[in-house]
């Protein structure tokens, strides 16, 4: 089963206005790193945020982790056309050495 | 500085047929994951190596190899091909474990089993 899930699976916003993806996640992690990706090409990562963080801004991008409840939040701000892309987190568990991406949220920023 | 290499870039095979992808890391990265993506599965963990040994596998059949060179270079093989085995192959590079650092990816190599 997936470690990450995140949601909503699909998400159309307005040009300039902000986008909200949600992670959920089940076992304990080290971090979670959350990455976009354009029609079927390669992965780019956006943040990592480690256990300990709770909040992790870049640009307009702003990650935030709730440990307690297991999810983390990725909030575009004044989202662009060119943030159109499917968004996924991905988790490294502390018990294992491996890292579980959820099936991703793909967005739809309308012109 | 270049970025990660994958070829090659689309790939056609029939069942029952066997293949090599190749992937280059970006220049000083020692581990390199492979993935495996596919519209019902999502992306899948296959393998993780650093500097040359096999450090985690995830959990796909023998069928489903890999190794690194000594150049950081990293093949993925897989053996007698089925339909189920079309997906994008991903392939991350990163200076340690991708647990705890940024990965780069490359943009994947897409296998068609006929």
């Known amino acids: 089963s997936q470690q990450g899930e995140e949601d909503p699976q699909a998400l159309s916003i307005q040009e300039g206005e902000n986008a909200t993806m949600n992670c959920s996640y089940k076992?304990?992690?080290?971090?979670l790193q959350w990455y976009r990706q354009n029609s079927g090409r390669g992965l780019v990562h956006l943040i990592l945020?480690?256990?300990?963080?709770r909040e992790k801004h870049s640009g307009r991008l702003r990650v935030t982790l709730d440990t307690s409840k297991k999810s983390s939040s990725l909030l575009i701000t004044a989202s662009r056309a060119a943030d159109t892309a499917s968004y996924f987190c991905?988790?490294?568990?502390?018990?294992?050495?491996?890292?579980?991406f959820g099936k991703g949220t793909r967005l739809h920023i309308l012109p | 500085k270049a970025g990660v290499t994958q070829t090659p870039r689309y790939l056609i095979k029939t069942r029952g047929q066997q293949v090599t992808l190749s992937c280059s890391p970006i220049?000083?990265?020692?581990?390199v994951s492979w993935y495996q993506q596919t519209p019902g599965q999502g992306l899948q963990f296959l393998f993780e190596?650093?500097?040359?040994?096999?450090?985690n596998k995830g959990n796909f059949p023998g069928r489903f190899s890999g190794r690194q060179f000594s150049n950081s270079r990293s093949e993925m093989n897989v053996s007698t091909l089925e339909l189920g085995d079309s997906a994008l192959y991903l392939c991350?590079?990163?200076?340690?474990?991708?647990?705890?650092?940024?990965?780069?990816f490359g943009q994947g190599t897409r296998l068609t089993v006929v």
């Open positions: 220049s000083g990265h020692r581990s």
């Open positions: 945020i480690r256990s300990n963080e």
């Open positions: 991905a988790t490294a568990m502390n018990r294992d050495d491996k890292i579980i």
């Open positions: 076992t304990s992690i080290n971090n």
């Open positions: 190596y650093f500097s040359e040994t096999q450090r």
């Open positions: 991350a590079s990163s200076l340690s474990s991708q647990m705890n650092t940024e990965a780069f």
